[in-house]
């Protein structure tokens, strides 16, 4: 076997076969790697500032690591293969029709595209998991043209105890909701109700005025490049 490439990260018992997101100084990378002949993806730490991986690196990769764990049976997410360490972890590689939620999915498929995106966060729900991160495209992939599975859980919450599920959950679950009346209208507004398509018009007017994405951009920036190429 050829040793490996040193612009490569290396991880113990892995072989990296190339990186598909570098990282950035607030942000993890991204690989493709294999184990045991086994294809899966590998999110580290590597890139970050040590302050940020400490301050929320470390216990976001871990959020989303027992998160994987928790919902290892639903089959809306994919599997968690390995803690590798702190700052690492392995997921299963899931192989996509579409690699995610974008307009040159063909119109034909997106009806039973949606609906599964749908019917996907209500059964996460069901589960007492909310996932907050959903206006992100690449965090919804398409497997089959009826199918998708929800990555990156990194900001996820696990709201299943007694009380989180009675109170916090109707509420979080609403930002999820939002999220796929969002790709509802922007990719197939020919399905929404007018009511759908005003919920979004809303959303847009409060987001131009909403100050604190932009701030946090500007903080992240005190440490550095924090674009993730």
Known sequence: MSPPS??????DGY?????????AVHKG??????????????????????????????????????????????????RLIERISPDAIAVEHVRTLHKYLRDKIPREQLPAILRSFEETVAALHARGFVHLDLRQRK??????????????????????GPLSRRLLLPWLARIDRAAVRK????????????????A????GRWKRIWPWKRLGRVVRRWFGDDVAR
């Open 183 to 198: 790709w509802k209208v922007k990719l197939a507004p020919e399905i929404c109700s007018p009511e759908e398509v005003e």
């Open 200 to 203: 979004v018009a809303r959303y």
């Open 139 to 160: 965090n919804v992939l398409v497997p089959t043209a009826d199918r998708v599975v929800l990555i990156d859980f990194e900001s996820s919450r696990d709201l299943s």
């Open 15 to 23: 072989v990296v076969r190339k990186v598909k997101r570098d990282g």
């Open 29 to 78: 990378r991204v690989s493709i790697a294999a184990k045991d002949g086994v294809v899966c993806v590998v999110k580290d730490l590597g890139p970050m500032r040590p302050l940020l991986r400490r301050l929320y690196g470390r216990r976001n990769l871990a959020r989303e690591a027992r998160a994987l764990e928790r919902l290892a049976d639903f089959p809306g997410t994919p």
């Open 6 to 11: 040193p612009d490569l990260p290396s991880f």
